[in-house]
């Protein structure tokens, strides 16, 4: 049984649950965007945290969780560099990470001003 009732409790919980578990898929040494392309490997990082963001905003029906998925921008490429082995901290996928954030925060302030203005 779910720890929620509620479908906004439930949202909320399969929103966190699925995002530990992305978190965990992406300090793994062969996840999705290894040693990819640049420009392939921008569009992931990317389009990554602009999902995961939608979905926080979605869940929790709020702008502030993407204060959450900014510092892990950062913090699952620091994570990458010490657990995962790889060779020096990527700053272009950090700065590609903070993008995909403000792409979320950027539909989720429209999302809201939009429901405000009906």
């Known amino acids: 049984m779910f720890p929620y009732r509620s479908g906004r409790g439930l949202k909320r919980w399969l929103a966190t649950v699925v995002l530990v578990a992305l ?35 979605w869940a929790f029906a709020r ?11 950062f913090g699952l490429e620091y994570a990458q560099w010490r657990i995962a082995g790889f060779a020096h901290i990527e700053w272009g996928d950090i700065a ?19 429901r405000a203005a009906m």
């Open 23 to 57: 978190c965990v898929a992406y300090v793994l040494p062969d996840h999705l965007s290894a040693g990819r392309d640049v420009p392939l490997d921008v569009l992931l990082h990317v389009g990554f945290f602009a999902i995961c963001g939608a979905g926080l905003v």
């Open 63 to 73: 702008l502030v969780p993407l204060w959450v998925l900014a510092v892990l921008a």
């Open 96 to 114: 590609s990470n903070e993008g995909g954030v403000v792409v979320a925060w950027m539909a989720g302030w429209c999302w809201f001003h939009r």
